[in-house]
């Protein structure tokens, strides 16, 4: 497998408009899974039709229980969060359940959002975009909570704070999903 290299690219240029990290969360089929991302948007500048918008990896198993739903959840997550991030993003949700042991809450849709977090939107997909290597989907906010005050995790944080052990899996992971996807 081929190491993470972003030289001779605008890929470390791009990661100034990241936004918030993000947990993903879905179910299709009898199945479930959560993920981590930092894709995440408002998506309307209308107040009274609140949207999201994300982008997921095809490569990520939650991104067929999305297109077979047509339902996730949004969750701002806070600086503290760092167990729920490897949780739900340093392992595939196709060998096991990620959602185990989390506190949950059954959304309107029959989606499980995640009950500890700084902010929850329950979202329903309105538009699919293929883009190649992930798809961009764009959703109506079903329901939405505040949870738990704290700091947005942010991408520059969660790279700036990720423990050396927990970024060798993180860039090993990204990488070959860079892979797959070339």
């Known amino acids: 497998m081929k190491g993470l290299s972003i030289e ?15 947990a993903l969360t879905t179910s299709a089929g009898g199945r479930r899974n959560g993920m981590i991302s930092n894709s995440a948007q408002r998506a309307s ?3 009274s039709l609140p949207r999201i918008s994300v982008y997921v990896s095809k490569t990520n ?55 500890d977090c700084l902010a929850a939107f329950e979202c329903r997909v309105v538009n699919a975009m293929d883009t190649g290597a992930s798809t961009f989907f764009l959703a ?26 927990k970024q060798r899996i993180y860039e090993s992971n990204l990488a070959q999903a860079m892979e797959e996807l070339e």
């Open 8 to 22: 001779g690219t605008p890929y470390g240029l791009l990661r100034h408009l990241t936004l918030p990290v993000i």
């Open 140 to 165: 109506d906010i079903v329901s939405a909570r505040e949870g738990v005050p704290g700091e947005v995790m942010t991408s520059g944080y969660f790279r700036a704070h990720m423990p050396p052990d």
């Open 61 to 115: 198993f939650s991104h067929g229980l999305v297109m077979r739903s047509g339902v996730f959840g949004v969750h701002l997550l806070r600086t503290d969060q760092w167990e729920l991030i490897w949780k739900l993003g340093l392992q595939s949700g196709r060998d096991q359940d990620k959602l185990a042991n989390l506190e949950l809450r059954r959304g309107e849709t029959g989606c499980p959002l995640l009950a």
């Open 45 to 47: 500048l209308v107040p």
